[in-house]
């Protein structure tokens, strides 16, 4: 470097930059719950599997399935017991306005009566009462059977449909907390490059104290380690957020500390190369088919419910109460006016015709059934693509993730040699601002290509049916 440019000039804003850079670092250590050595005070330390098995306790959204799995339980409950005896209570009161009058005719009292006389006679009373229970016991309905069978399968659906919630929050919370690790990194990576900018700001400070360099150099170094600090404080903010979403993620209170204890590493090995045949039969394993082909198995038991409503209905029942009846109510509390009864019977109900209503529903019950056959096929077809397509995304990711780390090296030279040369006199800052600028990229490239990774196997396990194992 030519001496003859070095000029010396007082630096009225070294003392601004390290009390802006305090000011900076505090905000950031209070801020930022990850990468820290010490644990803050009521924190919570989650591995990925704790944290999986946490929001499967407490994410509101497997609460709701459980509540709906209750709900179905009640419901079979509720049609079950139209199978056992019912019993009501009744009273029922009657105020004959108008007593009916019947026509007789007079010989069916008098004999001797001609045949063209009639008498008007009224039969009954003004009021009228009557109290008693009622028993009914259903003794045979097909409807019923099938409709219990079906009911109980609504049952069985409730519960895998409470294992699909789980695998899709455990999908969430793994993305979310490899994304919580990866913003972590992120600024752990970030503080090594401002560290290693502002040591050499610090050595540019003291170079042009001397006169060896230009301001036009100190002010290049200085822009670089101004933007640095800005790119800061957006990763921190990223890295708050990340843990609040997290934390939402998995039901846990927003405002408790967590430490997340995993870490995120390159892969140790390649992935395994695919089989022709890896995709099928995963099917079998996912959550959404066996809610399906429980979907199927309700509809052909709705089309046998349907069918079976053209069986006679078998019923028992009885009766049993009293009877008053009196010309007036001053009478309500003479016993020879209260008459008992007592009633039981069978009953056989017998469909005859209801204007093709069922045939129309026995058919809607068939196309819904085969629209699911359909949906199923369609699925297995999807599952073997989505394992295919996650195999081919982790090898791509796995590759990058070599292409990236081998350039991350590089840079990480490259920007060595070029403070060194630097520091020596026989390179330019230009080229020290722009190797950092070149190794900041290469380690976001990098940290990106770990993600991908992640997302690649969370991607893969689900496809497979593996998640929660």
């Known amino acids: 470097m030519n001496l003859w440019h070095m000029k010396h000039r007082s630096n009225p804003e070294q003392g601004q930059i390290s009390l802006g850079l305090l000011t900076l670092w505090l905000t950031i250590l209070t801020i930022v719950p990850f990468g820290t050595s010490k644990a803050q005070s009521g924190s919570k330390h989650f591995s990925l599997k704790e944290a999986v098995d946490y929001a499967t306790a407490n994410q509101n959204s497997i609460k709701i399935a459980k509540l709906d799995e209750y709900l179905a339980e009640k419901r079979v409950k509720e049609y079950s017991a139209v199978a056992l005896p019912q019993a009501n209570g009744y009273f029922r009161f009657t105020d004959n306005l108008v007593i009916p009058t019947m026509v007789v005719p007079a010989n069916q009292f008098d004999p001797t009566a001609p045949e063209d006389v009639f008498f008007k006679l009224q039969f009954g009373v003004q009021y009228q009462a009557q109290g008693g229970a009622q028993l009914s016991q259903l003794i045979f309905s097909g409807s019923y059977i099938y409709g219990l069978r079906a009911a109980k399968e609504y049952l069985a659906m409730g519960s895998r449909n409470v294992e699909r919630t789980k695998v899709e929050t455990a999908e969430t919370v793994s993305k979310a907390y490899y994304a919580a690790l990866i913003a972590s990194k992120q600024f752990q990576i970030l503080q090594s490059n401002v560290d290693r900018v502002q040591k050499l700001l610090t050595t540019m400070e003291a170079m042009h104290a001397e006169g060896f360099i230009e301001k036009l150099d100190l002010d290049r170094i200085g822009i670089t380690y101004r933007n640095l600090l800005t790119e800061q404080t957006k990763v921190a903010r990223l890295v708050a957020l990340s843990a609040d979403v997290l934390k939402f993620q998995m039901g846990l209170d927003i405002n408790t500390p967590v430490i997340l204890t995993d870490t995120i590493a390159s892969p140790t090995a390649p992935p395994p190369v ?20 429980m979907t199927e198995s309700i509809h052909l038991l709705n089309s046998k419910r349907i069918k079976a409503g053209s069986l ?6 009885g009766d049993l109460g009293y009877t008053w009846a009196a010309p007036n109510l001053g009478r309500l509390d003479e016993e020879g006016f209260w008459f008992p009864f007592a009633v039981v019977g069978l009953q056989v109900g017998v469909p005859l015709f209801n204007g093709f209503a ?3 529903r026995l058919q809607q019950s068939n196309l819904e059934a085969e629209k699911i056959r359909l949906t199923m096929n369609t699925f297995e077809d999807a599952v073997r693509l989505e394992v295919s397509n996650a195999r081919v995304t982790i090898a791509n990711a796995y590759n990058t993730i070599l292409s990236n780390q081998a350039t991350l090296n590089l840079a990480r030279d490259v920007s060595r040699i070029t403070r060194i040369k630097y520091e020596e006199g026989i390179g330019s800052n230009l080229e020290v601002i722009e190797a950092e600028n070149t190794l900041r990229e290469a380690e976001s490239n990098y940290l990106s290509s770990l993600y991908e990774y992640k997302l690649a196997e969370i991607a893969l396990k689900k496809a497979k049916g593996q998640l929660l194992n």
């Open 274 to 293: 695919q089989n022709p045949d890896e995709g099928s039969g995963f099917h079998r394993n996912r959550t959404e088919y066996e809610l399906l082909r």
């Open 358 to 360: 069922g045939k129309a």
């Open 312 to 317: 006679p209905a078998v019923s028992a029942f």
